[in-house]
């Protein structure tokens, strides 16, 4: 009897250790990592997405629907229909009325022939340059957090100024980061070039001509340009006629006009708000050329669309006691972030100065 006792617990084991195997292997069954089928390549991925059908017509009607079916990587920096909305595009048909090559293009600088997480974007990372299919750069910019405020990152990531709204979409052959505006690129082109190319700033071009801004603006740069609209000045009363009779012995010039001009600057709407998170900028500051005013900016970031919209005014001194103007600014997103060659042109609904305020004294 005493004999068989150890036989039975030696049974019982068996089927034990039977069933340690089996879910051993069960286990490393799951561990394993297959590829998910579900994943499709770049062109029918966005062709499938209703917030990216308008991108997807993009890129049909440039005849890039192929390229994005090839092997990659690419990461597609992709703007939504709300994007395109914005710039007057509401429908496929509305690609037709551009030119080919100017649509391809555009597609082609929204497209980096490389895989780019947002892991891989430097943390706290100021324009970034990645190249472009259309062998232009775009410039990415990460705000993370100020260095004594790690604990809530903000994790704000740009492209050209674009907030990216949703980030590391899997695809097949890459990743697509979605954009809340279309990024505008004009490259052979300088700040000059653009803003002569488009009649609706041809009141404030005149007044660049005035005193003495224009020829510079074709210049190596770079340059960050505030350019109100025409409408912007007939509401003042201001027209073309009127700035030429203006006297650059008695009308500061350089107040007057110069003060929409950042030299040796290079930025974008967003990065006033970058400067805000990670150097706790409330405004940013910068000096006029040759005069003793202050040029201030601040920006405020849409907390449901990533929209970053700005204000800006001109100060006669940082410290009191000083004067200060009514401030001017954007709430179209769609108008700021013109890249040229050699700066940036973002869209002003307002003026910095009247005439009258500019006088020498």
Not at 201 to 208: D, H, K, N, P, R
Not at 273 to 280: A, E, K, L, Q
């Amino acid at each position: 009897m005493k004999n068989r006792k150890p036989i039975r617990n030696s049974l019982l084991i068996i089927p034990a250790l039977l069933m340690l195997l089996f879910g051993a292997c069960k286990h490393d069954d799951l561990e394993i990592a297959k590829p998910n089928e579900n994943f499709r390549l770049a062109a029918d991925f966005i062709k499938n997405n209703y917030d990216l059908t308008l991108f997807s017509a993009a890129v049909e009607k440039s005849g890039m629907a192929e390229t994005l079916r090839g092997k990659g990587p690419f990461t597609l920096l992709a703007p939504s229909n709300t994007a395109f909305n914005e710039i007057g595009i509401s429908k496929a048909s509305d690609f037709d009325k551009m030119n080919p090559d100017s649509l391809k293009a555009l597609v082609r600088c929204h497209i980096l022939n490389q895989q780019l997480l947002f892991s891989q974007v430097p943390v706290n990372g100021v324009d970034i340059r990645y190249r472009t299919l259309a062998e232009t750069q775009v410039y990415a910019t990460l705000a993370s957090y100020a260095p004594n405020n790690s604990a809530y990152p903000a994790n704000n990531l740009y492209f050209n100024g674009s907030s990216v709204t949703r980030k590391d979409v899997t695809i097949a052959n890459g990743i697509i980061h979605v954009l809340n505006k279309v990024m505008k690129v004009t490259p052979n082109s300088t700040v000059r070039d653009w803003l002569a190319k488009r009649p609706q700033y041809s009141i404030f071009v005149s007044g660049l001509k005035k005193f003495g801004f224009w020829e510079r603006l074709s210049g190596a740069g770079p340059f960050t340009v505030f350019a109100p609209q025409n409408s912007v000045f007939e509401a003042q009363n201001i027209t073309e006629a009127s700035i030429a009779a203006l006297d650059p012995a008695t009308h500061s010039g350089e107040r007057l006009f110069g003060s929409y001009i950042l030299h040796n600057k290079h930025f974008f709407i967003s990065d006033y708000n970058v400067f805000y998170i990670i150097n706790n900028e409330s405004a940013y500051n910068g000096q006029l050329d040759n005069d003793s005013w202050y040029f201030i900016i601040s920006t405020e970031r849409n907390f449901f669309t990533a929209a970053v919209t700005y204000s800006a005014h001109l100060q006669t001194a940082l410290d009191y006691p000083y004067d200060t103007y009514p401030a001017a600014g954007s709430t179209t997103p769609a108008l700021t972030d013109n890249l040229t060659d050699n700066g940036l042109v973002h869209d002003m609904q307002g003026l910095l100065l009247l005439p009258e305020q500019a006088l020498k004294h």
